[in-house]
């Protein structure tokens, strides 16, 4: 298993702060050096952000499947950060 992937495993955990201490160093020091994973980390906190302070009820129709697809894609050049 790669870094980038013990991370993801990782990372839905490191949000909830629901990781042991040694998990969370892993992600944390991962999440420091790997450009890759700290932009998927700061896309998945103001998803949370974003889900928290907005209605369910009140999205657009289609919203929830655009967002659930952006989860799915890899963070590109033009991804949101
Ligand atoms: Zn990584």
Do not use: I, N, W
Not at 29 to 35: F, I, R, T, V, Y
Not at 38 to 46: C, G, Q, W
Not at 49 to 76: I, N, S, W
């Amino acid at each position: 298993m790669s870094d980038c992937d013990k991370c993801e495993r990782l990372l839905q955990g490191y949000l909830d702060r629901e990781l042991t201490r040694d998990e969370f160093e892993v992600a944390e020091m991962h999440l420091d050096e790997c450009d890759y994973c700290r932009r998927r980390y700061r896309f998945e906190e103001s998803l949370r952000q974003y889900v928290r302070t907005t209605a369910v009820e009140r999205m657009p129709p289609g919203l929830m499947e655009k967002l659930a697809q952006l989860r799915t894609t890899d963070p590109g050049p033009s991804a949101p950060v």
